[in-house]
């Protein structure tokens, strides 16, 4: 956090989970501390929480922003060999039936959301490790920058017997091409920084003495399109507000939490939103592109069937 420059932000700050800071350019850099009681950015219920507590004072701070104010997010790690491994397992048997567990399911999965619903431009850099609900975090963002040298990203819940949720797979297939989503999601296959920029998981590789320079560049550089709120926010929500959607739907599949506990503030104002009725994203342009896209591949299945069957290959 110290080398961007960012000022703490005490209220979207938590101590040895996530700190929350701003750039005298706009930028709001969001550094998972890697702190001795969670050394891995793992995915418990205190940094679940850490993280919508991040996000909600970010959304606070941008309403009170005066017009035209330059803004991004940088999302990054105080740890030198994880971005974020995932979750934590030992943690979620232990909590089986409790009513925290209850509360992680409300809070984990929808924090993937957060940076896709942001109206301002998001970057991350993927430092070390990101495995699991590492990389669907790192996904969420707009722009990726990865370290060249070491590190990998992986969904490896297929090589430790997790089925991956529908709305999870979305998020990655949103992210990247067809054959990447494959390889990531169906064969476990774990992508270094150099592989990554090729499949166009990421943008750019880069050592790891560049990366964050690179990646605080970036994030100055878009803080000037996240000027314009409405109008960000109508480009992110017509591209990718769909995996948002799905997520939330996902999650709170009758409009309200699992747990007792009251949900942060602003995943409630995006559940009423999205889920609630107020603000669906079916008819924006992302789903209409998918429906279509999908018609065109039945139709094309279908003629292949149909061919076989009379004799001959179609050349469709």
Request: proline residues 5%; hydrophobic residues 35%.
């Amino acid at each position: 956090m110290e080398q961007t420059g960012a000022k703490i932000i005490p209220e979207g700050t938590t101590p040895n989970e996530i700190l929350l800071g701003r750039t005298d350019g706009g930028v709001f850099v969001m550094s998972m501390a890697a702190s001795p009681t969670n050394k891995e950015n793992r995915w418990t219920l205190e940094f679940s929480k850490a993280v919508h507590k991040a996000f909600d004072c970010i959304e606070d701070t941008l309403a009170a922003d005066p017009p035209g104010t330059p803004a991004s997010l940088l999302t990054i790690s105080e740890s030198e060999k994880f971005y974020s491994n995932g979750i934590d397992p030992a943690w979620n048997n232990k909590m089986a039936g409790t009513d925290e567990l209850a509360q992680w399911n409300d809070l984990t999965m929808t924090s993937f959301a957060r940076p896709i619903l942001l109206p301002i431009p998001t970057v991350t850099a993927i430092n070390g490790h990101a495995f699991g609900a590492g990389m669907m975090h790192a996904l969420g963002h707009d722009h990726r920058l990865q370290k060249k040298e070491r590190g990998y990203q992986c969904a490896i819940e297929v090589q430790i017997g997790i089925k991956t949720p529908s709305p999870e797979l979305t998020l990655f297939r949103h992210s990247m091409s067809a054959s990447a989503f494959y390889e990531t999601c169906v064969l476990g296959k774990r992508w270094s920084g150099d592989e990554a920029e090729k499949a166009g998981i990421v943008s750019k590789s880069l050592p790891g003495a560049e990366l964050l320079p690179e990646a605080l560049k970036t994030a100055t550089q878009l803080a000037q399109l996240g000027k314009n709120r409405d109008t960000m926010r109508y480009y992110k929500m017509e591209t990718k507000g769909f995996v948002a959607e799905e997520i939330l739907n996902w999650e709170f599949a009758n409009g309200k939490a699992k747990s007792v506990q009251k949900l942060p503030k602003g995943l409630q104002a995006h559940l009423d939103n999205l889920v609630n009725g107020k603000e669906k994203t079916t008819q924006r342009w992302a789903q209409r592109y998918s429906d279509f896209e999908n018609a065109k591949e039945k139709r094309r299945l279908y003629s292949e069937a149909l061919g076989r069957n009379r004799g001959y290959g179609s050349k469709l």
